[in-house]
């Protein structure tokens, strides 16, 4: 008899199911969403709550529309993506700019592909890029300390100055891990970021491969890139960098996501370096959000050719139906 105890398992089911992953999703956000409102006020509660609105409304209107169904349960999907798209705004954003950004990662990123779960490529992300590459005037200027106003909402409907980052050298450590110096709403406290990161991992909502990968590799490039940008390095520019960049807040959660990642962890280390390796290269030549999402969109359209591939040569060791009940 046989002591081979792997068996043909078609169909395997989880608790892990969509409306799980994304409520999981909703809550690993709250702490970044949380600092957000306590740094910019009321302009960062009526960016997301208009954000995550409109991304709801676009979705229901296009299914409607195409009379697709969206699944026999209350997709939070679009309350998730207009939530991370509104993160990484800046906090004077005007909302005709938001809405933009909506319509189009609602719309042609995600309704056409067929809706939650069928994306290829990250809603937030490549709305957040579009407008970035459309129209950077759009992106409003960061407010702090004495320009900053918890009650400040006329930014939301006047144009004002273009975005200009500061030099971030000049802010001690506490308060780029706190995320107390000008940034984008929701990408500038390394420790909420962590906290969300740490949440999503124990609740098991988030691979680890493609973070953890990009991270070292942005660590290992970052003095090639600033020789050839700067003509010098300094260690303390590095953690500049990282904490202040927005680069963990990407790792965490556009690398991080289910759907537009590989799920195996070859191909997850490797759309990890990848995207590392592109991020530092086009760092010197792009402004820094054009350097960091571009890359994430471009190892997204690479996600299912690098899994078709890993599955393939894992087949030469194991048959892919079969699952060891050891």
Known sequence: MSKDKRQLAPFIHTEKN??????????SLVPCTVCGIFYYGIRAIVLILFCMLAFTLS??????????????????????????????LPPNTTLISALVAVLFASVITKQVFGGAGSNIINPACSGRLFIELVSPSWMQGFSYREDNSWFSVISLVVQGEPAKYKDYSNFTFSELITGNYPGLIGTACLACIVIGGLFLTLKGTMRLYSPVSYLITLISFYPISMLIETRTFTFDGF??????????????????????????????????????ILTMATKPFLSPMVSLLAPVLAVNFLSFVLDFFSKTLSRRKVRSREVDLS
């Open 18 to 27: 969509a409306p799980y992953i994304y409520m999981t999703l909703l809550a």
């Open 59 to 88: 979705d229901n209107f296009c299914v409607r529309v195409t009379r697709r169904r969206s699944g026999d349960y209350f997709d939070l999907s679009s309350l998730v993506e207009g939530l991370l798209l509104a993160l990484m």
């Open 239 to 276: 953690i500049v960098y990282l904490l202040s960049s927005g680069a963990v807040f990407v790792a965490v959660f556009l690398l991080g996501d289910l759907t537009t990642m590989p799920s195996r962890f070859t191909a997850g280390v490797f759309a990890g370096v990848v995207c590392g």
